[in-house]
């Protein structure tokens, strides 16, 4: 401190010192620069500051208060009196005596598993071995395009670029954390640790999200080790069966498993049909997507979704600067479009599921976005109340038409269908050509702009017309992703075409396997604002390769806000998606269960933190802070330890899910 002092000392001695020259008296006052009048005058004069003074201040007030923040939390006791957070559900349950018994396997979703670099450009030098997704993400920052070119997938074949291995981190060390500080399993884990789980009962079964399903087995084998893995816990843990926990997307990769491992090679992995039955006690699905989202639509359209459409609200002209050429949505656009696991979120089952022009499951749906709490609701925790519905509390006059994911227009998404204009699939194949835009960043290139209006014309797309948007507008990559994915419903399971692969991680395309005793879970929060439907206009920038539709942030009323139409759940999946295959779909004996597999559904009503020591929530809903939910944690521990369905509660239903699943009409 006394060295500062000096320092400081010396530097106003030195400035004082060339006062005399720089001011004179009043009666032979030279002409003075304005940058002169500007500059800081010391002592007692007054010292005018410019912006970036002031924004130099600012940061320093930000980062010395986290410092000091850091520091503190840092040197306080961990035991502190007043400071401690509640006790984890872990360790209650450990001291009411619960104790780890069936083996878990961990499946972790989209992105949220971390992939590190094994070969790569010249411009990777140094980051072998080195996560180039998750962590820090400092290498998106040093060198932002050799890091999007490393995480890019081959345009034709949908596997690795030649001269480019990136691969999943394995272990549990894999998808703990998304980046510092930000759990995804992390808070699982160490609950699971509390009543006797390690790394001989427990395996995270990582894999690269980038890829289709089946790519994963042809690259990395990772079906087979997936299956090698259960078995070896299975044996070495007294023939327990295994309890799976697969989360978001893991929910579809596991659904593509379950077909595969009983199919027969060379295309599935022999395991025969009573492999599932033999090692498998529960399938625990976390914010599963069983049935797709819309924000995969907007993804693949216009790479946009809330967040985009917020940012575009607050200030429109940002995301759309030239300045040092980001184009930051055109890369995005560029990026995701090579990953075709993005396309097994498409919605699935076209209008049944998700609604047509004038009606969807969600046609009663209130929007109440002033309150604090989104729905107020009770629990019910028993068989019984699986017909009883809670009511929100704000009703909304004008029916939303949820069944236009894509409309163009605030009145296209209002009007009756018969107000529309509508074109055929041939109309709108003319708006494909073979214009050339410079180099093509996204298949937008090689659209010519003045057939965009021909797309922008059919002014509602609903989830199967959506599909056929994505092939007109993007028909490379939808070709070679439709090679391993569908979105339809089967008419005749017994038909043999439903033995390819490509239907296997779609619940309406594909059989649960036969085993009776098999129990399946949906867990998932609700409560939440969830992103629905969308409305767009054309994009006013005509520069090369640019996004020609955007999302209209101007657009307001009623459920719509920002351009986008929201209904509840878990801020990413819609309660119908998720809840409907155990709401009915898979309810009893179905064709899509026929050993009748008994189905749960466990939803988790959301409740915003209330201090800073409940992190992201302990009773959070959210897609990835429900890993967090105290309930949520206590009931996968009460299933890993050996209890059933029914000794945890049975159903527990706070949304229309029920209400919502009698408005699909599918034969089951």
Known sequence: ???????????????????????????????VDKKQEKSQVIGNKKVRWGCVNSCCWFIGCVCTTWWLLLFVYHCVPVNLGGLNGPEPPGVRLKNEGLTALHPVVLIPGIVTGGLELWEGRPCSQGLFRKRVWGGSFAEALKRPLCWLEHLSLDNETGLDPPGIRVRPIPGLVGADYFAPGYFVWA?????????????????????DWR???QNTEIRDQTLSRLKANIELMYATNGNKKVVVLPHSMGVNFFIHFLKWVEAPPPMGGGGGPGWCAKYIKSIMNIGPAFLGIPKAVSTMLSAEGREVAFIRAMDPGLLDSEILGLKTLE????????????ISLLPKGGEPIWGDLDSAPEDEHRCDFEKKSYFQSTSREN???????????????????????????KTASEQHSSKLHKLAPMELMQAMSNATCGEVWTEYGKINRNNIQILADNKAYTAESAIDLLRFVAPKLMQRAEAHL??????DLDDPKYAHYKYWSNPLETKLPDAPDMEIYSLYGVGIPTERAYVYKLSPADRCNSIPFRIDSSAEGGCLRRGVYYVDGDESVPVISAGYMCAKGWRGKTRFNPSG???????????????????????????????????????????????SGEEIGGDRIYSDILKMSERVKIEL
Request: overall charge positive; aromatic content about 8%.
């Open 1 to 31: 401190m006394a060295s500062v002092l000096r320092f400081r000392k010396l530097c106003l001695t030195t400035l004082r010192s060339y006062e005399p020259s720089e001011i004179t008296l009043k009666d032979n006052k030279p002409k």
């Open 331 to 342: 890369h995005v656009m560029r990026i995701s479009r090579t990953w075709d696991s993005i």
């Open 597 to 643: 597999s008994p189905t749960y559904i466990r939803e988790y009503q959301h409740k915003a933190p209330s201090s800073l020591l409940e992190g992201r929530g302990l009773e959070s809903g959210g897609h990835v802070d429900i890993m967090g939910n105290v309930a949520l944690i206590e009931d996968v521990l009460r299933v890993a330890a050996g209890a």
């Open 383 to 409: 068989n019984n109340s699986r017909n009883k519905v809670t009511r929100p509390q704000i009703e909304i006059k004008e029916r939303t038409k949820y069944g236009r994911i894509i409309s163009f227009g």
């Open 187 to 207: 808070v699982l884990i160490e609950n699971l640790a509390h009543i006797g789980y390690e790394g001989k009962n427990m395996y995270m079964a990582s894999y």
């Open 486 to 491: 569908s979105h339809g419903i089967a008419t």
């Open 211 to 213: 890829l289709s399903f």
